[in-house]
T-cell receptor, first 115, second 112 residues
Framework: AQKVTQAQTEISVVEKEDVTLDCVYETRDTTYYLFWYKQPPSGELVFLIRRNSFDEQNEISGRYSWNFQKSTSSFNFTITASQVVDSAVYFCALSFTSGTYKYIFGTGTRLKVLA | EAQVTQNPRYLITVTGKKLTVTCSQNMNHEYMSWYRQDPGLGLRQIYYSMNVEVTDKGDVPEGYKVSRKEKRNFPLILESPSPNQTSLYFC???????????FGQGTRLTVV
């Protein structure tokens, strides 16, 4: 089965706190791609990051960082020193380039950052 | 400006009245797809297209049709809409599934 699980439905933090959004995926394929997207209250979907299954390097972009661990099938997203503008729904997604050409999204995590 | 354009943005219709939601991209992308977003269910893929005249079912294709006659356009057709198709719909395009998708602004559909 190919699946993406975002077990955290909603998280609330106070501004400046660090927060980690969890993403666990399932696949038997050896080649796959993982993504994170942000959906702010305005509703559009914004791409944040992409990782392929052969690249387990963690990535940092400003206050955002991503931890990809194949051993636990996880691709977690951490926001350091959260800000009110980080309030959004965050989606993790999985895709493939052979067999099935679907994009599979998780159910999303709603992050509320309180001032 | 690179973009995916969906129309209309909002639509209220009655059960059984055929409708089409249009989607157009100007990035020469091969891959296009449609999703519906429902509370608690995230984004679910309805149909996707790898290229012109090549379409395939996603995870929730029942009640929908698509066509890909031109590379830039990928309309979503609801032949006989029902209230359970009330949802927020997104069209997206990308070079391929290995790369990030660009999404349209969304179409909020209400079927009464």
């Amino acid at each position: 089965a190919q699946k993406v699980t975002q077990a955290q439905t909603e998280i609330s933090v106070v501004e400046k706190e660090d927060v980690t959004l969890d993403c666990v995926y399932e696949t038997r394929d050896t080649t796959y791609y993982l993504f994170w997207y942000k959906q702010p209250p305005s509703g559009e979907l914004v791409f944040l990051i992409r990782r392929n299954s052969f690249d387990e390097q963690n990535e940092i972009s400003g206050r955002y960082s991503w931890n990809f661990q194949k051993s636990t099938s996880s691709f977690n997203f951490t926001i350091t020193a959260s800000q009110v503008v980080d309030s959004a729904v965050y989606f993790c997604a999985l895709s493939f380039t052979s067999g099935t050409y679907k994009y599979i999204f998780g159910t999303g995590t709603r992050l509320k950052v309180l001032a | 400006e690179a973009q995916v354009t969906q129309n209309p943005r909002y639509l209220i219709t009655v059960t059984g009245k055929k409708l089409t939601v249009t989607c157009s991209q100007n990035m020469n992308h091969e891959y296009m797809s449609w999703y519906r977003q429902d509370p608690g269910l995230g984004l679910r893929q309805i149909y996707y297209s790898m290229n012109v005249e090549v379409t395939d079912k996603g995870d929730v294709p029942e009640g929908y049709k698509v066509s890909r006659k031109e590379k830039r356009n990928f309309p979503l057709i609801l032949e006989s809409p029902s209230p359970n198709q009330t949802s927020l719909y997104f069209c997206a395009s990308s070079i391929g599934t290995a790369l990030e998708a660009f999404f349209g602004q969304g179409t909020r559909l209400t079927v009464v």
